[in-house]
């Protein structure tokens, strides 16, 4: 078995120790950190991420994976920065203002960091504004917001109507996720796609930046 094929497979099994000291020896082995970050980092977050889906596997397991990814991303990281190798886009996130329930939106992150994918993610309790102004100053191309309370959904739709009066609504795709929401209330309130789960938050965010 190959160096990248151990890698990924310590990485999908979540042992974080392992997957640094396989980082390190195919970074000695000449392997180039773009090869090690797309056939063994992130080759192995998508298939932790089908697994999940699938309900094969569960919460603490992604949890373990990506911390184990994260043990090679520090490795691999000063080399890709070195290499001025971009990442495939930049997503905002954040828990909408009033809200604190935050589970759902840091799975999100985990999986969109897995798949390659710079987050911003803003925390909990999120104004309209500082989503708009993050989406400005770090030019990213999505904004993914959360809320899980009934009372915190139509803060989604101010975030929204606020990129209309700053002129920067065509710039951005918008995705809305969280327990309360459903496909008819993102349409209600002009977002561009409801995201029920982690998974399928990440096929959105794929789409619309392969389409930027």
Do not use: W
């Amino acid at each position: 078995m190959d160096t990248l094929q151990q890698l990924s497979e310590n990485m999908q099994k979540g042992n974080a120790d392992q997957v640094a000291r396989l980082t390190q020896q195919a970074i000695d082995e000449g392997c180039e950190p773009k090869t090690i970050l797309d056939d063994a980092l992130v080759g192995g977050m998508a298939v932790v991420g089908y697994k999940f889906k699938k309900h094969e596997i569960f919460l603490p397991h992604v949890l373990l994976a990506a911390k184990a990814m994260h043990a090679g991303m520090d490795l691999l990281k000063p080399l890709l920065v070195k290499d001025g190798i971009p990442t495939i886009g930049k997503v905002v996130t954040g828990t909408v203002q009033g809200d604190q329930h935050d589970i759902g939106k840091n799975l999100v992150g985990i999986m969109l960091k897995g798949a390659g994918f710079e987050v911003v993610d803003l925390g909990r309790d999120v104004s309209p504004e500082k989503f708009l102004d993050a989406a400005v100053s770090e030019k990213a191309i999505v904004i993914g917001m959360s809320a899980l309370l009934t009372t915190t959904m139509p803060v989604m739709r101010k975030v929204i109507a606020l990129a209309h009066e700053r002129n920067v609504r065509d710039q951005l795709k918008f995705i809305v996720g969280g327990a309360p929401m459903s496909k008819e209330y993102a349409q209600k309130i002009g977002a561009d796609a409801y995201c029920y789960d982690a998974v399928s938050a990440v096929e959105c965010v794929k789409r619309f930046i392969g389409a930027h």
